[in-house]
T-cell receptor, first 115, second 108 residues
Framework: DTAVSQTPKYLVTQMGNDKSIKCEQNLGHDTMYWYKQDSKKFLKIMFSYNNKELIINETVPNRFSPKSPDKAHLNLHINSLELGDSAVYFC??????????????FGPGTRLTVT | GQQLNQSPQSMFIQEGEDVSMNCTSSSIFNTWLWYKQDPGEGPVLLIALYKAGELTSNGRLTAQFGITRKDSFLNISASIPSDVGIYFCAGRGDKLIFGTGTRLQVFP
C-alpha cells in the first residue's frame, strides 16, 4: 500500500541514451512533482502537474519532458543523457488546493547514474 | 535557485541529548514544513506549520513558525539512534523551497 512509488529504484546508463522514470501515487492527490537531489543533497523542484496540467516548469533543459497520463501518474523522460544528469530524482504529490496543499509526500527516489 | 539556509550544517551528538536546528530566509513564507530523509529514502514529512508563532509537536519533535515569518526552528528531545538522518526545512512561497539540510548523527 505504498503511497508514492517510483520505478526503477536505480538506473545506470550511458551518455546519449534516453530513459524514463515512472511515478504513481495512490493518495488521491491532484498535484504531482518531480524534484532533483544533487550530490550535496540539495532538493530542487523541476516540474509540477495539477490534474494532468503543467503548473510549474523550472529552468530545466528541454531534454527533460514530464508526462502525466492521468492524475495518479507522472513520468519523467530524459533525452540525450549527460553526465551532469546523475542525481537522485524524487516524485512527490500533494492535494491542491486545500489547507494541507503544500504537505508533499515523496517517493523513495530513483538514483540515476550516467557514465 | 533560491534555497533556505539551515544551521547547523551537521551535528554529532550523544544519545539522550536534545537537538536544536533552525532555518532562515530573506523572504516571508506562509507555511513552513520540516522533513526527515533517511539514507536511500525519500523525505518524510514530520511537522507542518501554518501560522506565525505557531508551536507544534510530534512526539519528541517540536517545531515553531517564527513570528517574523522568515524563520523556523526544530527541536528534538532525548535523541535516539534512529533520529539519524538529514532534516530539511521547506518554506512555501509560490512554490516549496527546501533548505540546505542538517545532517544529524547520534552516537549510542
Amino acid at each position: 500500500d505504498t503511497a508514492v512509488s517510483q520505478t526503477p529504484k536505480y538506473l545506470v546508463t550511458q551518455m546519449g541514451n534516453d530513459k524514463s522514470i515512472k511515478c504513481e501515487q495512490n493518495l488521491g492527490h491532484d498535484t504531482m512533482y518531480w524534484y532533483k537531489q544533487d550530490s550535496k543533497k540539495f532538493l530542487k523542484i523541476m516540474f509540477s502537474y495539477n490534474n494532468k496540467e503543467l503548473i510549474i516548469n523550472e529552468t530545466v533543459p528541454n531534454r527533460f519532458s514530464p508526462k502525466s497520463p492521468d492524475k495518479a501518474h507522472l513520468n519523467l523522460h530524459i533525452n540525450s543523457l549527460e553526465l551532469g544528469d546523475s542525481a537522485v530524482y524524487f516524485c512527490a504529490s500533494s492535494q491542491l488546493p486545500g489547507p494541507s496543499a503544500y504537505e508533499q509526500y515523496f517517493g523513495p527516489g530513483t538514483r540515476l547514474t550516467v557514465t | 535557485g533560491q534555497q533556505l539556509n539551515q544551521s547547523p550544517q551537521s551535528m554529532f551528538i550523544q544519545e539522550g541529548e536534545d537537538v536544536s536546528m533552525n532555518c532562515t530566509s530573506s523572504s516571508i513564507f506562509n507555511t513552513w514544513l520540516w522533513y526527515k530523509q533517511d539514507p536511500g529514502e525519500g523525505p518524510v514529512l514530520l511537522i507542518a506549520l501554518y501560522k506565525a508563532g505557531e508551536l507544534t509537536s510530534n512526539g519528541r519533535l517540536t517545531a515553531q513558525f517564527g513570528i517574523t515569518r522568515k524563520d523556523s526552528f526544530l527541536n528534538i528531545s532525548a535523541s535516539i539512534p534512529s533520529d539519524v538522518g538529514i532534516y530539511f526545512c521547506a518554506g512555501r512561497g509560490d512554490k516549496l523551497i527546501f533548505g540546505t539540510g542538517t545532517r544529524l548523527q547520534v552516537f549510542p
